[in-house]
């Protein structure tokens, strides 16, 4: 089994920052990618950013120059989204994704889902 836990939601007025954090735990070999999705009330879950297994980041027009990617230098089973200059707009709640290869499963790597978290961009 695999867990994908996120952290680091809430309320944040326009223009201010927020960091997302996620850790992922269990039956893991390695993780292929991870990435960030949002979904907004009404609206289909779109990917935010993406983290691949070399580094190689991939973001979300709406967000370019805002949001950072980054994976955990010491342990890569963890991903951060830091969130610049936040609008009214970027309110969703945001998910955490990951295809990870297990133990469990060697030769099919499999995509996995954290439990979402908050985040509200409001005066």
């Known amino acids: 089994q695999v867990q994908l836990v996120e952290s680091g939601g809430g309320l944040v007025q326009p223009g201010g920052s927020l960091r997302l954090s996620c850790a992922a735990s269990?039956?893991?070999?390695?993780?292929?990618?991870m990435a960030w999705y949002r979904q907004a009330p009404g609206k289909q879950r779109e990917l935010v950013a993406l983290?691949?297994?070399?580094?190689?980041?991939?973001y979300s027009d709406s967000v370019k120059g805002r949001f950072t990617i980054a994976g955990d230098a010491a342990n890569n089973t963890a991903v951060y989204l830091q969130m610049n200059t936040l609008k009214p707009e970027d309110t969703a709640v945001y998910y955490c994704?990951?295809?990870?290869?297990?133990?469990?499963?060697?030769?099919?790597?499999?995509?996995?889902w954290g439990q979402g978290t908050q985040v509200t961009v409001s005066s």
């Open positions: 994704n990951a295809i990870i290869q297990t133990w469990s499963a060697p030769r099919h790597p499999s995509e996995y």
């Open positions: 269990g039956d893991i070999i390695n993780i292929n990618s």
């Open positions: 983290l691949g297994l070399r580094g190689e980041t991939t």
